[in-house]
């Protein structure tokens, strides 16, 4: 099949693009009420990071970037590690385990690239970045209330975040071989302890009010438990930083209604306060469609498009790492014109854009 295009790229108004087809920094400026503002972003790094990584990034720099050209801010990137995302996978009597990529090794394979994108964008940009890993994220004082707090109401969080199984997703590996059950069923929560079966060593347990740092989320939890502690130090004068979060736009709508906000304010948290959510257009194949990381991982899917386009280490490779600027330049457009901020596009839209810069 043959798709036949004028070449042209329309942006019809509509809703956020029509009420911020101007400006948008200053509307953000609004909220953002602290001196040094944290643009928080992040990666499952369990392969070179995919198109759409790559675009999330570069418009956190750029993001920044705007934010303190219009105003006094410091702003600086708070790139979030999440290791504990599925490696190897098992079946063991009947029940689905996991390894995660920090037990299994893997992450090592691809952080190198990550780090080295974030060198190359605060080398030629001036922000600086930081890196947190999930551990450290879950080590913090604000984590135990916001855990508790959940596992108080757990039936009904799991009810909505866990619709097919109804179990809360929380994990942790096993000390001794780093397999977990990947869907929390044979999970158990006694006093102030979460028991956890192996189907090798046996039972063990993680307090989850001194050893946080121990346990894992599905995404969904994940997403709720960050938001909720984001808006707390965002509301708290212990921190002279507020975070704002940047991620895809596949994130937003419906998700963000059900399983945040709603579950936010169920739990008692006032969701006028919430943290703020800059959502990344989506990059999407021919068909419209988001353009998917497993796909290509697993099952070889996208050959029909320019190799460099799938990933970082296709695209260093072929077209450099000045590639970077390339898709920062795309991106400062998006902000001197923010209704296109509100919008996805076909990675066929990024080739054509490509052909102008190099």
Known sequence: MNIKTD??????????????????????????????????????????PHFGTLITIALSYELALQLEKKSNKKASILYE????????????NGLKYQKILEASGEINKYLDEYIEILNHYSKITGIEYEIRYQSEFNNSKEIYPIIKNILNHRE??????????????????CPKCGLTDKHSVKNEYIGDYIYFMCPVHGKYRVNFI?????????????????????????????????I???????????????MRYKLASHLGYDVSKMSFIFYAPLIMDWSGAKMSKSLYVKKGAYNDIPQE?????????????????????????????????????????FIKEFQKYE
């Open 210 to 242: 001194t050893e946080t740092h121990k346990l894992e989320y599905n995404s969904p939890l994940r997403n709720l438990i960050r938001g909720i502690f984001y808006s707390t130090v965002n509301n708290s004068d212990d921190y002279d930083y507020q």
């Open 156 to 173: 009904f969080i799991s009810s909505r975040l866990d619709p097919k199984y109804n179990n809360l997703r929380v994990r942790s590996s």
């Open 7 to 48: 070449g042209i790229v329309h942006h019809p108004l509509g809703g956020a693009s029509y009420m911020f087809e101007k400006e948008i920094i200053p509307y953000l400026l609004k909220q953002l009420t602290k001196d040094h503002i944290k643009i928080s972003v992040g990666a499952q790094v369990n392969s070179s």
């Open 244 to 258: 704002l979060r940047v991620t895809g736009s596949d994130y937003a709508g419906f998700y963000q209604e059900e």
């Open 81 to 92: 590690i999440i290791e504990t995302v599925p490696g190897e996978e098992s079946t063991i």
């Open 309 to 349: 386009f799938i990933n970082y280490h296709l695209l260093k490779n072929i077209r450099g790492i000045e590639s970077l600027n390339t898709i920062l330049k795309i991106v400062e457009t998006w902000f001197e014109n923010p209704y296109m901020l509100f919008r996805n596009y076909t990675i066929y839209y």
